[in-house]
């Protein structure tokens, strides 16, 4: 895949692996014994989307929605602390193209779907 997962995102797998607070799932990265050393979550939907959608390769997905499309970080666009804007990405939007732009982390992005979902 070779990209870096930020700070944030990669505290988040260490503690966690993968997790939901429903209805949100954070797919984090995972392994399970049917797929042995496959790495699965976030990894496989990147280059699953990237072979079917056209997903631009400096792009890590970090979530599928209902609502919000395929959840992106956008590896090209680090900040001073090697975090990564989170975007809402549409497959039908070429490259550049205008996207939502949800959060300036993925830590800013989990803790407000957290707080959405449990309130």
């Given amino acids: 895949m070779a990209?870096?997962?930020?700070?944030?995102?990669?505290?988040?797998?260490?503690?966690?692996?993968?997790?939901?607070?429903?209805?949100?799932?954070?797919?984090?990265?995972y392994q399970t014994p049917a797929r042995g050393e496959e790495l699965l979550g976030s990894s496989a939907y990147t280059l699953e989307d990237r072979a079917q959608l056209g997903l631009p390769h400096h792009f890590l997905v970090v979530m599928h929605d209902d609502v919000l499309g395929v959840v992106v970080l956008d590896t090209s666009r680090a900040d001073q602390d090697g975090e990564y804007p989170v975007f809402a990405w549409n497959p039908g939007v070429p490259e550049g193209g205008l996207m939502e732009k949800i959060a300036d982390s993925f830590g800013e992005f989990a803790l407000n779907e957290c707080r959405q979902n449990l309130s």
Avoid: D, K, M
């Fill in 3 to 29: 990209l870096a997962f930020p700070p944030s995102y990669r505290r988040l797998i260490e503690e966690f692996g993968t997790w939901e607070i429903p209805p949100a799932e954070f797919p984090g990265v």
